[in-house]
């Protein structure tokens, strides 16, 4: 079973294009953006809101923007909510066996040509089209990708500081539990009232 991940604490969200500021002169973009990860490397990824969602395989980890994030590109700004599901080693060699999940470890259904991992962000359309490279969602993963190329090395550090500030924060939760004790004493009762009944009052 997938294990879902919310990397922002957004649930609501608009999704569509509104004018900026006068300034700015660039329609902004927002918009969610779902990304299933798997071990091998790649993500599947698809906007939520599309009239004909187009789902692009890409060889970037959406983890490592941290739930949100604001790209501006000449053309708009792009405000990206980023939530997903990351799929375990356990559950790919699973699918290997039912036979779901090639030798890759990526699904069946997925193209033979994926992008280079570790190389450039790269990213494919699962089902290529001639209409893909003029959509909207192409020019949004676009722009995330770019971000993500040109900002590479600060995005990963800062995933990587997330992390380890998760494991102090949970190991000083553990540590605090573990401070407290068991709970001790006698147990606790409750006296159940029923209002539907008062009690009489000797006027009655």
């Not at 190991?171 to 407290?180: D, F, G, L, S, V």
């Not at 004493?185 to 409750?190: A, D, E, I």
Request: glycine share 6%; with cysteine.
């Amino acid at each position: 079973m997938k294990r879902y991940l919310l990397f922002s604490s957004l649930s609501v969200f608009l999704c569509g294009a509104f004018p900026a500021s006068a300034a700015a002169e660039k329609p902004v973009v927002m918009t969610m953006l779902v990304a299933n990860t798997w071990p091998s490397g790649y993500s599947e990824i698809w906007l939520v809101g599309s009239p004909a969602p187009i789902h692009f395989i890409s060889n970037i980890d959406p983890n490592v923007f941290g739930g949100s994030v604001e790209i501006e590109t000449p053309d708009a700004i792009y405000d990206l909510i980023i939530v997903g599901a990351r799929w375990s080693q356990d559950e790919v060699t699973q699918g290997q066996a039912d036979g779901s999940i090639d030798a890759r470890g990526v699904p069946n259904e997925w193209p033979q040509e994926l992008p280079s991992r570790g190389a450039a962000a790269q990213f494919v359309a699962l089902h290529p089209s001639s209409s893909v490279a003029g959509s909207a969602d192409y020019a949004a993963l676009d722009s995330l990708h770019r971000y993500y190329q040109n900002n590479r090395e600060r995005l990963e550090t800062e995933a990587r500081q997330r992390e380890i500030d998760g494991q102090i924060a949970a190991a000083a939760e553990a540590a605090r539990r573990a401070a407290a004790g068991p709970l001790v004493g006698p147990p606790v009762t409750f006296e159940r009232v029923d209002y539907s009944n008062p009690t009489p009052t000797p006027s009655e």
